[in-house]
């Protein structure tokens, strides 16, 4: 138990600093050729920039039924997303930058980080091995019509488990301004998972069965629509300096990971708040 503790620990370490290199980085690139002049060269329109962090309460593992308590710290052009900002943080794993941006048509790379999975998470995983987590690179591409943006994304993980294989997923989002300083998106997606992600989260393999303190019987996954997912996030501008982010989403797993047996419930809750300052780097 003690090794599965330390493990986590370790883990979300490498989260907290991976996600804010990553928003470094992504926040350092150059900024779309459309915009780009002497004011906003390397993403920094206007000088203008923002930081703070989110904290999130996540299962520890997909259809696990126990939850964490998570959190990273954020560097990044100011304005997320729809507020014109070239950087849109969707997710540990989906940390967006918009390069392409041409009459309502968006590309661009993403990155982030992938979790991973401890053998001690739950009793029935005990047995099977951790799995561990690693950076994930990838890309997106969108079309955006007045409030409504669909979007599919590619993240493909590249240290750790590198193995575990790739995710596609499909969201259509919907933006509404209740007031001059709240804006509310909300979401609706799916994921299609390649069978090398479905087996190494959701199979088991004949040695897995062998060694299953639990006694899971072996279980195939293959590739395939993996969950459907709703939610909706709120950022509120406090002042002009100050923005509260609140975020909230339900997942429901489908498919071979809905009938794994390695999984606690199909479902899962995903809860956070974020707050972010905004201020302006020197000429």
Known sequence: MQHSISSRSARVGRVELLAALIVCGLGLAPAPAAAQDSSDFFGLTGNHWQ???????????????????????FIAPAGFG???????????????????????????????YRFGRDQGDAERLRGLGDIDGGLVIGGYAGYRVGPWFASVS??????GDEDTGGLVRFAVDNTLRLNPSTKLVTSIGTSYASSDYMQSFFGVSAAQAATSVAGLPRFNASAGFKDVSIGTTASIDLDRRWTLYLTGSYTRLIGDAADSPVIETENAFFGGVGLSYKFDLPR
């Open 51 to 73: 930081t703070g962090g989110f904290v999130f309460v996540t299962p520890k593992y997909e259809g696990g039924k126990s939850y964490d308590v998570l959190g990273f710290p």
């Open 82 to 112: 729809q507020d014109g900002g070239s950087i849109d943080i969707r997710g540990a794993d989906n940390v967006r930058w918009r390069l392409i941006d041409i009459n309502g048509f968006e590309a661009g790379p993403l990155a982030g």
């Open 154 to 159: 590619y993240h493909q993980q590249v240290t």
